[in-house]
């Protein structure tokens, strides 16, 4: 026999678990009855190429047994069992990365959720341990010979032995406090199944081991004919009618599934015949985890073939970016002795995930319609990886891009609004959606290259989410028009008319600030590529803009974060002629005059949201200023 510690973590965390759970206790036997369910997924799935593992021929099933006088419940699976290096690494670590990561959410959320995050950090057997101070595991792995016993009463580390279990699956004893026995009883027992396990597609039964000597001829047949039938009804809630599932049911399942603490943000059951035959449901949740960001995060949806599970990592069935999705897909078309590198490439998984994927946009684009509300929650949790479908998904891009929503200069902070919302309201004669990338909505906000913009009465959407800039090359044109940057190239406002008048002044302008656009342009010729008269200022003294082609500075910036080479592009300074301190500077002579370019310069940098390069000089240069005064 060998005894261990638990790891000091899990010790820590398991006294957390058992000691600051109040209610819901009774989530254990959800937990440990998902787990028998697994476990036989896993057998039988194992069992379609290796006819070994079934050679029993037995009857899938899932047993509670209660024993009124030991105080003992048992729940006992026939499904993969475990060896000896499973039982120490499955039940004896965890993760200490997970465990890190639910302290933290411990932290967070107070002490009001706490049963809903066990099962999240994949610690859903030590849930036994709410209502059990003693917990005996028996398991004998299917094409092994040899059973292990694993014991622990928690707060003692746990043993591991030999055990004397004849037949495969796995058994787990809760040894129940003296205030949980509640749970022995066949009704407790019965409504905890209905109300979290029904779907389990194995038959889940309750028996009382410890009959009384003086049992009543009446009370015998009852008992029998209770036991007899299973606790769960066992039909897959995606098989049944939308009409017939109550929405806690479809919640429970949605638990069940994906660990989710809280229910689905929305439920979309469907199916389809004809060609391909399938029947889905699927679920949007609430909120996105961190792992949707991770690269190779590699959760998909579930997949049955004919009622065999056949894996939950099926990323085949949807694009990436709707791997926010989850549920399970169920067809009777695919062969059940199907690989993975078979599937990739199945025209039949093909059609199921272009009907899935065009599933979701119309549900999405039916939510868009009918509650404008909802629909932004699910924009605010979702809506950047919505977006990486525009840039990948060339099929769906047109569909994507109606979903999509920007906040824009003209519109209240906070607010988000749809392309074709700002095509609607675009100005007479303008052509073009003008955007304006920048790191933080306040800034943008702000920007001095939107006021020209203002001026002709063009609304600017505002990419501010990281994902905008990549996404700007992507979007190309919506109804007809093209996406256009404010703060690159030449950007022309109003009719043609209003244009050449613009371009008439500013060549008179430019003509006037000869000399000193010459000035500037040698005393900032280590920054700049040019310096020339503005058409988009009206407010602003100066202002910096790219190249047509060229990447925003905060791509620059965290292009080089991710200690990428970029090499230096020097942009073009735009002053506005008509604004008072451009005319003053212009006047200045010598240093004055340098030390006012210098600041100039600083100026357009900070009013756009970029650092300045020296903050040093700067600073010396302003407070110079001020003591001229
Ligand atoms: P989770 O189920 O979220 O992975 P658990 O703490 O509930 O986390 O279980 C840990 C692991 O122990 C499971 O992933 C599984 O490999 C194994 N396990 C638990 N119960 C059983 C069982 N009845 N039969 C076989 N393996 C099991």
Redesign the pocket.
Known sequence: MKTSQFKAEIAEMLDLVVNSLYSKKEIFLR?LIS??S??IDRAKFLGLTDKSIVADGSEWKIQIAADKGAKTLMIS?N????DADELER??GTIASSGTKKFREMLKEKGGESLPELIGQF?????AAFMVADKVTVE?RKRGTDASFKWESSMSGGYTISDGDRDFPG?SITLHLRDDQLEYLDYWRVSDLVKKYSDFIAYPVTYRQVDIPADEKEDDRKSREEREAKPLNTMVALWKRAKKDVKQEEYDEFYKHLT?DWEAPFETVPFGAEGQVEFKALLFLPKKPTMELFMPNQKRGLSLYVRNVFIGDDMEMLLPSWLRFVKGVVDSSDLPLNVSREMLQDDAIVQKIKSAVTSKVLSTLEDMKKKDAKKYDEFFSSFGTILKEGVHTDWENADRIKKLVKYPSARSDAGKRIFLEDYVKDMASGQKDIYYLISEREEDARKAPQLEAARKHGCDVLLFCDPVDEFLSESLREFDGKKFVDVAKGDVAFGSEAEQKAEKDANEKATKELGGFIEAVKKELDAKVSDVRVSTRLTDSPCCLVAKENALSPSMVRMMRAMKNEVPEEKRILELNAEHPLVKKVAALKGSELSDAIALLYDAALIAEGSPVTDGARFTKLLADLMMRQ
Not at 122 to 126: A, I, P, Q, S
Request: hydrophobic share 35%; aromatic share 10%.
């Open positions: 937990e787990n028998a697994d476990a699976d499904g993969i069992g475990m499955n039940l994949g610690v859903g057997f030590y398991t796995t660990h």
